[in-house]
């Protein structure tokens, strides 16, 4: 499985970027979580939102519910992360990965693109 990420960039404060992850992979998806993590400076990387590719069972963090939407495109292979009234502290970089569904943690991963919010 390999994942391209896209989409990062520099948005005030309440604003909102859509980040993607492209999915290639030789092998069915369809027992694969994909998700979104991130890592702020000194910080530890963290699970932002994850979502199966069969079923799209979401999943968000707590610090993100009710403002970042997590969506898959079978079609298109592609995976998104809308963020909506972003705050300074959603300043990281993000990175798209996958998973066998039951494993702990993820497997593969993109490269991480940068998100950077000011106040």
């Known amino acids: 499985v390999q994942l391209q990420a896209s989409g990062g960039g520099l948005v005030q404060a309440g604003g909102s970027l859509r980040v993607s992850c492209a999915v290639s992979?030789?092998?069915?998806?369809?027992?694969?979580?994909m998700g979104w993590l991130r890592q702020a400076p000194g910080k530890e990387r963290e699970v932002v939102s994850s979502?199966?590719?069969?079923?799209?069972?979401?999943y968000y963090a707590d610090s993100v519910k009710g403002r970042f939407t997590i969506s898959r495109d079978k079609a298109k292979n592609t995976v998104y992360l809308q963020m909506n009234s972003l705050k300074p502290e959603d300043t990281a970089v993000y990175y798209c990965?996958?998973?066998?569904?039951?494993?702990?943690?993820?497997?593969?991963w993109g490269q991480g693109t940068q998100v950077t919010v000011s106040s």
């Open positions: 992979a030789r092998t069915t998806l369809s027992y694969y979580v």
């Open positions: 990965a996958a998973k066998m569904r039951g494993n702990n943690g993820y497997d593969f």
């Open positions: 979502v199966t590719w069969s079923g799209g069972l979401t």
